[in-house]
C-alpha cells in the first residue's frame, strides 16, 4: 500500500506518512503529488493529554492497523524533533486519537490509548517513536448463566457491555432463542465471536468503540 504524505511545514528532510493501512478493503493510497488539482494538502493531527501535534508545525508519520474482529488494534507514531518538554507531557495509558485528511475534510483514524514511548536518534534528527492501542478492556469474564428463553443478540448485548466500550452499531442479521440456559466465562473475546456468529453479524473494535454489523450475504449464482 502507498503511502499519503505531507510536507513538513518547517524543513524539507521528511515526509510525514498519513494512514499506511486502516481497513482491508482499502487497496491503495495515491501519494499526495498524484492527487488531482481540486483536492487541498493532507493535514493530521494528533492529540492526548496537553500535547497537540499538527502535521504544519511538526513533521510525524504514523501506521494504523484494522480489522474486523474483537482483537485490539495497533497505532504507531513517530513524530521527529519533538521538544523534551513535550515528550515528558505524553503518559503511559494516556488517551490519544489522531485525526488525518485533508483540508476542509478531516475525520478520527484511531482513538487509543500509549503503551510505549521510545526516544532514539535518526540522522541529525531525534524520532520519538510512540506506541498505541485501542483497547483497555478486560478480556476474562466471570461465569454469567442467561436463563432459558435468552435470546442470542440479548446474550451478545451483555457480553458487549462487559468490556464498557461504547457501542457504536448493533445491528443483528437474525436471532436465536435458547430453550435451555446458557453459562459463560473464561474468555471474553470468544465468546463474543461466538454468539456474534449466532447473530450473523462481524463484530470489531474501531476508534476506541464496538461494532456490531451485519454481514452481507453473498449473492447467489
Not at 45 to 55: D, N, R, Y
Not at 67 to 90: F, Q, R
Not at 101 to 115: A, E, H, K, P, S
Not at 121 to 136: E, H, W, Y
Request: overall charge positive; glycine content about 6%.
Amino acid at each position: 500500500m502507498s503511502t499519503q504524505k505531507i510536507s513538513d511545514g518547517n524543513q524539507n528532510r521528511h515526509f510525514s506518512g498519513l494512514v499506511k493501512s486502516v481497513e482491508k478493503s482499502i487497496e491503495s493510497l495515491e501519494s499526495y503529488q498524484m492527487q488531482p488539482d481540486g483536492v487541498f494538502g493532507s493535514i493530521a493531527t494528533i492529540k492526548s493529554g496537553e500535547v497537540t501535534l499538527k502535521s504544519s508545525d511538526l513533521d510525524f508519520e504514523f501506521t494504523v492497523e484494522f480489522d474486523d474482529d474483537m482483537e485490539a488494534n495497533e497505532a504507531e507514531i513517530i513524530v521527529y524533533n519533538l521538544s523534551s518538554n513535550t515528550v515528558k507531557k505524553l503518559k503511559h495509558h494516556q488517551k490519544i486519537t489522531i485525526e488525518a485528511g485533508y483540508t476542509g475534510d478531516t475525520g478520527l483514524v484511531f482513538v487509543g490509548y500509549i503503551t510505549k514511548i521510545k526516544s532514539k536518534k535518526d540522522g541529525v534528527d531525534r524520532a520519538v517513536t510512540i506506541n498505541c492501542i485501542d483497547d483497555f478492556s478486560t478480556h476474562k469474564i466471570k461465569e454469567t448463566t442467561f436463563a432459558k428463553k435468552s435470546k442470542a443478540s440479548y446474550i451478545l448485548k451483555s457480553l458487549l457491555k462487559k468490556t464498557k466500550m461504547p457501542i457504536a452499531v448493533f445491528d443483528m442479521r437474525r436471532d436465536y432463542t435458547y430453550d435451555k440456559e446458557q453459562k459463560v466465562d473464561g474468555d471474553l473475546m470468544a465468546a463474543i465471536k461466538k454468539y456474534s456468529q449466532v447473530c450473523g453479524v462481524s463484530t470489531y473494535i474501531k476508534n476506541g468503540k464496538i461494532y456490531s454489523r451485519s454481514i452481507p450475504r453473498k449473492n447467489k449464482r
